[in-house]
Nanobody, 126 residues
Framework: VQLQASGGGLVQAGGSLRLSCAASGLTFDDNGIGWFRQAPGKEREGVSCISNGNTYYAHSVKGRFTISSDNARTTIYLQMNNLKPEDTAVYYC??????????????????????WGQGTLVTVSS
């Protein structure tokens, strides 16, 4: 199983970016998957997750970010609108074989998430 994240970059505050995470070797039908981020000096945060058809958003991004998947359920996206400087972080996608809610996925400790993509850096300038 491999997860390939892409789409990060430099954007001004108020701008938008779309992250992609392409999975090979698994589909999301029986797996939970989500986006996580870590800013320098801060703990990792579960940003948004999707599992069993339901979604979860961290309070800090609710209303600005949207998680979705393609019809083949092998790629997930994170549309990030109205970006703020505090959204600056390395964003990772991660997945786990779990039959649970999206919030539980996002709240999982790192060692419980089975597969990780490489990070993609998002920098939001003020």
């Amino acid at each position: 199983v491999q997860l390939q994240a892409s789409g990060g970059g430099l954007v001004q505050a108020g701008g938008s970016l779309r992250l992609s995470c392409a999975a090979s070797g698994l589909t999301f039908d029986d797996n939970g998957i989500g986006w996580f981020r870590q800013a320098p000096g801060k703990e990792r945060e579960g940003v948004s997750c999707i599992s069993n058809g339901n979604t979860y958003y961290a309070h800090s991004v609710k209303g600005r970010f949207t998680i979705s998947s393609d019809n083949a359920r092998t790629t997930i996206y994170l549309q990030m609108n109205n970006l703020k400087p505090e959204d600056t972080a390395v964003y990772y996608c991660a997945a786990v074989t779990a039959w649970t809610t999206a919030q539980v996925i996002c709240d999982m400790p790192s060692y419980e998430l089975e597969w990780w993509g490489q990070g993609t850096l998002v920098t939001v300038s003020s």
